[in-house]
T-cell receptor
């Protein structure tokens, strides 16, 4: 069964450093998402991506964040200068959402735990 | 921002009995609701969903009920099994292509043998 994969599973970095979190969405999916969950808090939407551009982003997704689909399979989240409060689980998700389908569930990867020291 | 609320942080049920997990929402623009299950160190796994035009959706042991007037949905698991022990998240989305998910805080279900 196809699945979303994420690497690395755990990333430890120093405050101010840049990190890149990687995701491989399910191959025939068209919409890609990043969410994060700070320990003890809700899962929060960060950004959605479709047709090689951001389709929506949350208030959390400021200038320190960027996303990219550098090739036909990878989807990356970059945090330019990490802060302590960026420590969280980051989940990538994908969804097929074709024009003929009104509702689509999102499929999630296992997450990357980011620890900023 | 409390658009999706799961007011019970935990629930404990005996194996074989019914588990009922509840979720309330405030945004009347939500038209699609999903339940995800999450084990520790794993990502959320899609379980079952319901659109706002329905009031019930069933898939095996799992049934989701939607009461739009009360802005309430529930997930029923019958019969509950020890392998169902996990955190269950309610999520909702508004019509549109993006369909970003708005999440509840989750309910930790323990099914005791």
């Amino acid at each position: 069964e196809p699945e979303v994969t994420q690497t690395p599973s755990h990333q430890v970095t120093q405050m101010g450093q840049e990190v890149i979190l990687r995701c491989v969405p399910i191959s025939n999916h068209l919409y890609f998402y990043w969410y994060r969950q700070i320990l003890g808090q809700k899962v929060e939407f960060l950004v959605s991506f479709y047709n090689n551009e951001i389709s929506e982003k949350s208030e959390i997704f400021d200038d320190q964040f960027s996303v990219e689909r550098p090739d036909g399979s990878n989807f990356t989240l970059k945090i330019r200068s990490t802060k302590l409060e960026d420590s969280a689980m980051y989940f990538c998700a994908s969804s097929v959402t074709t024009s003929g389908t009104r509702y689509n569930e999102q499929f999630f990867g296992p997450g990357t735990r980011l620890t900023v020291l | 921002d409390q658009q999706v609320k799961q007011n019970s942080p935990s629930l404990s049920v005996q194996e074989g009995r019914i588990s009922i997990l509840n979720c309330d929402y405030t945004n009347s623009m939500f038209d699609y609701f999903l339940w995800y299950k999450k084990y520790p160190a794993e990502g959320p796994t899609f379980l079952i969903s319901i659109s706002s035009i329905k009031d019930k959706n069933e898939d095996g042991r799992f049934t989701v009920f939607l009461n739009k007037s009360a802005k309430h949905l529930s997930l029923h698991i019958v019969p509950s099994q020890p392998g169902d022990s996990a955190v269950y998240f309610c999520a909702a989305s508004v019509a549109g292509n993006n369909r970003k998910l708005i999440w509840g805080l989750g309910t930790s279900l323990a099914v005791n043998p």
